[in-house]
């Protein structure tokens, strides 16, 4: 059963996420007092409730101090569910719209040019990189951009083994996305693809790997139901 938040958790679960990205490891509550400047007390009950509801952990960790042996020290760090929830708060209606959108362009596109050169798409994806788009459109982006970079190479009996199982991307018992970048990364650092857009891929691989793995659970679902509709009409599958 989904947790509720009120709206000051919501918010105070936003602000915590923001710290641990920063600090990239368990914080103490009272770092995160300070950066909030909220105090002690509240932040250490509040992120105790987000604690029993699943969105936070604790652990001890061992402080030294100038004199006398270590004392543990309690330190919060966020769970799969925390991002999964602030995935879908930051996911405002407006930006799913902006998504459809762009989403039905990107398909009607690749209808309109199956079997012929992307050149103007790919200039298109590869412009809006550029752009602050939502994790949700970014991550599409770079997927179009990435089939149409498989789609360029030669179609060996291996590579047509991978497209069929792109076609069922996402399912049960099927590879994941992360299996895609891989594949077109591994193209790139081995010289097979030009190498501007080899470099459009290294520059984007940190940020796409991020979006992918911050994902809420329905999104990811949306960018696996993309992805098998794309391989579908440029693989002809």
Known sequence: MEKRLTRRQQQFLLQFLDLYREMNQPIHYRFVAERLKIGKVSVYEMLRLLEFNGFVKAEFAVTTGKQGPGRPSIQFYPTKLAFEQTQRLS??????EQWHIRKEYILAELRNKTGENYENLVKDLVNSFTE????????TENITLLLIIVSSQPM??????LMERLANIGLSGQIGLST??????????????DPMMANELLDNLDRYEFYLQDMHAENHQRLCDFTR???SIIFDL
């Open 91 to 96: 996911m405002v209606p407006v930006e799913l």
């Open 132 to 139: 602050k788009a939502s994790p949700l459109l970014h991550v």
């Open 156 to 161: 060996t009996p291996q590579l047509q083994s």
């Open 180 to 193: 895609l970048f891989g594949f077109a990364l591994g193209m790139a650092i081995f010289g097979h693809i």
């Open 229 to 231: 509709d794309a391989v």
